[in-house]
């Protein structure tokens, strides 16, 4: 089974919200990991919203408001159970969290996280090992295969990044596609949104998609590009 993960920072929904509705409707993602989701007010009418017009259905919605996490299923998938988990507080800064979920793909089960690590060095790196440590003791309890996606706000090289790709396959670096930068979206310099799967699963491909009519609507729809993984579990 190949399963189509995105993964999107969609800046609270500040921006062009027919731009974005097209975008993710163009993707055609079976899961959905999304980053600085509606958090303020009538947040969770924007976040539902969005699933109304995009075709999709919330996986976590209840107690998802603090961190900016959400994940939704597609057509194809099924949120079988999902929650978030707060990471360590970082004094002054905003709270991060973790958006997890089980999902059933047409019968094929994996467990996908979404995360959003912080601006400042010290609490990305302390963060992303404790997204690893909560990852693998959600594989042991699920015994499902696990990929952690995001705005991870630094590049590959980097404390953190390399975290995570020390501990599962950085997919955009294994089979790339696309384009490779994903910020900003409409002057792309940097790749510091990811996805990262466990070593049980075959990555076909992971980038930008680049065909021209979803070039036209990135830097309208939110100041990132989505990151499409297409993984055979």
Known sequence: MVVRLVSYNIRSMRDDRAALVRVVRR?????LCVQEAPRFQFWRHRRLWLARRAALVPATLRRGRVAGLQLYAGARATALHGRHRLLSPVPEMHQRGLALALFDVRGVRLVAASVHLDLAA?????HAEE?????DRVRARTGAPVVVAGDVNEEAGEPAWDLFAGRFQDAGAVAPYGLRETFSAANPARRIDGVFADEGIE??????????ELLADYPAATDHRPVLAELRI
């Open 27 to 31: 993707l055609r993602p079976d899961i």
């Open 122 to 126: 010290e609490p990305r790196r302390r």
């Open 131 to 135: 997204i690893i440590e909560e990852l």
């Open 203 to 212: 990555i076909l491909r992971c980038g930008v998609p680049d065909d021209p």
